[in-house]
Nanobody
């Protein structure tokens, strides 16, 4: 199983970006999917998660600016980031809790990370 994240880049403050993450490989079902971010010297922190039925949780710092969504047919999760701030600069990681077989225990998988840089 692989999670491939894309969409990061350099953007000016106030701008927007859309991150994508696609899961591939032997997958029976995907439970929750999410986005985390990390800056050097700090712990990885939750940005947003979305359940298999679309329930969402956001970090307070991104509420009202970021929107998480998913396409279950494509095993993909997205993060629309609007009104970006300097403090949103980080490496963004996607993850997914999934089962590779119907009898498997759900396991957590991580993508490789995509860098988002917000400039003034």
């Amino acid at each position: 199983v692989q999670l491939q994240a894309s969409g990061g880049g350099l953007v000016q403050a106030g701008g927007f970006l859309r991150l994508s993450c696609a899961a591939s490989g032997s997958i029976s079902s995907i439970n929750a999917m999410g986005w985390y971010r990390q800056v050097p010297g700090k712990q990885r922190e939750l940005v947003a998660t979305i359940s298999s039925v679309g329930n969402t949780i956001y970090a307070d710092s991104v509420k009202g600016r970021f929107t998480i969504s998913r396409d279950n047919d494509k095993n993909s999760v997205y993060l629309q980031m609007n009104s970006l701030k300097l403090e949103d600069t980080a490496v963004y990681y996607c993850n997914a809790v999934l089962m590779i077989h119907t009898w498997s225990i759900p396991s957590l998988y991580w993508g490789q990370g995509t860098l988002v840089t917000v400039s003034s």
